[in-house]
C-alpha cells in the first residue's frame, strides 16, 4: 500500500510563493503518474498539474506559467512550485499517485492565498 504524505501549505499574500512537497512510501515501485489536485469550498476537486514518470507534464489553465511541478523517482517525490498566487489559488491541495489501475491520495495540505 501507498501512502503519501505532504508538506510546505500555507499561508502566503497574493503575488508569493509557495512550494509543496509530497512523498511516497510503503512501496518500492515507482508511480506511474503523480500530480496535485485541489478543492476549495463548495466546488469540485480538480487537476492542478500531473507529471508521469518520464517526466510528461499536464497543467491546468488557471496555472500555467506560475506553477512548475517536478519529481524525483528515486524518491518517489513530487514537488509543485507556485509563483505568482491568487486568492483564487485558495484550497486544500491534495498529492496524488497512480500505479496501474490504483489511485492513491494524501491527506491534503491548505494554500491560503490573502488578497
Known amino acids: 500500500q501507498v501512502q503519501l504524505v505532504e508538506s510546505g501549505g500555507g499561508l502566503v499574500q497574493a503575488g508569493g510563493s509557495l512550494r509543496l512537497s509530497c512523498a511516497a512510501s510503503?512501496?518500492?515501485?515507482?508511480?506511474?503518474?503523480m500530480g496535485w489536485f485541489r478543492q476549495s469550498p463548495g466546488k469540485q476537486r480538480e487537476l492542478v498539474a500531473v507529471?508521469?514518470?518520464?517526466?510528461?507534464?499536464n497543467y491546468a489553465d488557471s496555472v500555467k506559467g506560475r506553477f512548475t511541478i517536478s519529481r524525483d523517482n528515486g524518491k518517489n517525490m513530487v514537488n509543485l512550485q507556485m509563483h505568482s498566487l491568487k486568492p483564487e489559488d485558495t484550497a486544500v491541495y491534495y498529492c496524488?499517485?497512480?500505479?496501474?489501475?490504483?489511485?492513491?491520495w494524501g491527506q491534503g495540505t491548505q494554500v491560503t492565498v490573502s488578497s
Open positions: 496524488h499517485g497512480r500505479f496501474r489501475a490504483a489511485d492513491f
Open positions: 510503503g512501496s518500492r515501485v515507482t508511480l506511474d503518474a
Open positions: 507529471i508521469s514518470a518520464e517526466d510528461a507534464t
